[in-house]
């Protein structure tokens, strides 16, 4: 079993739909990350979260420590907004991160 | 500002030749660090560094050295290329101000083919 999982891993919606990625991990972390990977191969750092919900245009991203869970939510999607979704976490006490497998979001107009 | 520069972006080598994969960040950021993605598996990291003079080994460094001589530098040696080593390799480096803070700043990538 992977450290980190997410879900699902193929995503396809139509343009408009909330869109909910799920990240759950196993191991005691410092901090939680969400990537983008464009179809390009691009990679950029959406949120990084310890506690609490960030929110950045329509994207939101929550994490409950307890439960060892993260999610990405994407309201009102576009087409744009296709890529694949990575969850990554810091582990807990070192300078190690550890990436989930990927979450390939497709979103037609 | 660049950001991270990876070079090449591109390159073929044949099994038993060594290459240097290049990386550099002009954002003074101290940790800097090594992936490759294979397909169906998440990244992977490969090597990492804390500061100048300072790395220490990730999940799957064998086959693969590293040093930083330069806040600024930090190349991957491939010794003796293997098929295996088959992959898309990112550089990626953050500040290491505040701890879980700082988001990673990653290079566009480099294809490298082991035939």
């Known amino acids: 079993k992977n450290e980190v999982e997410q879900s699902p891993q193929n995503l396809t919606a139509q343009e408009g739909e909330f869109i909910t990625i799920n990240c759950s991990y196993s191991v005691g972390i410092s901090a939680l990350h969400w990537l983008q990977q464009h179809p390009g191969g691009g990679i950029v750092s959406l949120f990084m979260l310890s506690s609490g919900k960030k929110k950045h245009g329509r994207l939101i991203a929550t994490i409950n420590i307890q439960e060892k869970h993260s999610s990405l939510h994407i309201t009102a999607s576009h087409p744009r907004d296709s890529a694949v979704y990575i969850c990554a976490v810091r582990s807990e006490g070192t300078y190690k991160y550890i990436f989930g497998t990927g979450t390939r979001l497709k979103v037609l107009a | 500002n660049a950001g991270v520069t990876q070079t090449p972006k591109f390159q073929v080598l044949k099994t038993g030749q060594s290459m240097t994969l290049q990386c550099a960040q002009d954002m003074n950021h101290e940790y800097m660090s090594w992936y490759r993605q294979d397909p169906g598996m998440g990244l992977r990291l490969i090597h990492y560094?804390?500061?100048?003079?300072?790395?220490d080994q990730g999940e799957v460094p064998n086959g693969y050295n590293v040093s930083r001589s330069t806040t600024e530098d930090f190349p991957l040696r491939l010794l003796s290329a293997a098929p295996s080593q088959t992959s898309v390799y990112f550089c990626a480096s953050s500040s290491l101000g505040s701890y879980s803070n700082q988001p990673q700043h990653f290079g566009d990538g480099t294809r490298l083919s082991i035939l």
């Open positions: 560094s804390v500061g100048a003079g300072i790395t």
